[in-house]
């Protein structure tokens, strides 16, 4: 029995993208129901689209360049934006991996899945973009010195942000408020 690649990659059940210098170039249906799009929407647009905001999108990509170089991999927990549809701009939680196909030039062209998480892991308080980077980080069980090499900020930095995020979920340590934000 031949195995049709194209049919394989449209089921997928997870959101596939096929990228070039950080804009989609293909992308399976699963992606376009999971941000409330349609093919034509997507293909040629920049990810900025689906990011919050156009820092996160900048501060993501600058993050994980690095990371892609060294291993060709990458994955990651983040919040995702809705595009069009019901939920038009709604925020919520994503698992997105990604494959440089070239290390050389991370973001040149790659393979990356996306699965929304919003069903486990609701986005329930206001974040800003630095608290959800924080958030992601502190759900990964990363502790403050190693967040902040990896945002390329302070660990007491981190901090003042693990500290606002606990005021927001009305946590009292730090495992309260992970848990707090995987269960929404």
Known sequence: MDIDYRLAFDLA????????????????????DMFGATREQLIGQSFQLLYPSA???????????????????????RVMKRIDGQFKGEPF?????????????????????????????????ELTAREREVAAFLMDGMTSKEIGKALAISHR????????????????????????????
């Open 13 to 32: 059940p997870i959101g596939l993208v096929l990228s070039r210098n950080r804009s989609i170039v293909d992308c399976n249906q699963r992606l376009c």
């Open 55 to 77: 820092d996160e999108y900048e501060r993501t990509g600058a993050r994980i360049a690095p990371i892609l170089n060294t291993k060709g991999l990458y994955a990651d927990d």
């Open 93 to 125: 939680w994503c698992h997105v991996t990604g494959r440089a196909l070239n290390r050389e030039a991370p973001h040149e062209a790659g393979i990356w899945s996306f699965e929304d998480l919003s069903a486990h892991r609701p986005v329930k308080a």
């Open 157 to 184: 930095t981190v901090e003042i942000y693990r500290a606002r995020l606990m005021r927001k979920y009305k946590s009292s340590t730090t495992g309260d408020l992970v848990h707090k934000l995987l269960v929404g």
